[in-house]
């Protein structure tokens, strides 16, 4: 059974950092792309970057590029976010998914979701 246990989230002060683990399990890690993304309230699901198999992040949103950067820890199955210069528009809930072939930018190309962890950025 995969498992995808996101966590780290919590309550900051704007300009404050976080770093958000994404633990993974039942599943060949190495061999998956690992994606971020966010949902806030009344918003749909947001692309936040994702790093691939080999360890390249070759995209992330003007949204939070230059703040965000996400790294991978094969040997730990754990995928990081880390979370610079936080705003209150990054308020929302994180999730990791895991992809096999190439996923993209869009929620219907990833094979596996994690539930989620909470971030609230206060101003």
């Known amino acids: 059974q995969v498992q995808l246990v996101a966590s780290g989230g919590g309550l900051v002060q704007a300009g404050a950092s976080l770093r958000l683990s994404c633990a993974a399990s039942?599943?060949?890690?190495?061999?998956?792309?690992i994606g971020w993304f966010r949902q806030a309230p009344g918003q749909e699901r947001e692309f936040v970057g994702r790093?691939?198999?080999?360890?390249?992040?070759?995209y992330y949103p003007d949204s939070v590029k230059g703040r965000f950067s996400i790294s991978r820890d094969n040997a730990k199955n754990t995928v990081y976010l880390q979370m610079n210069s936080l705003k209150p528009e990054d308020t929302a809930v994180y999730s990791c998914?895991?992809?096999?072939?190439?996923?993209?930018?869009?929620?219907?190309?990833?094979?596996?979701w994690g539930q989620g962890t909470q971030v609230t950025v206060s101003s």
């Open positions: 039942g599943l060949m890690f190495s061999g998956y792309d």
């Open positions: 790093i691939t198999w080999s360890g390249a992040t070759p």
């Open positions: 998914a895991a992809g096999s072939s190439r996923p993209g930018r869009g929620p219907g190309s990833w094979n596996y």
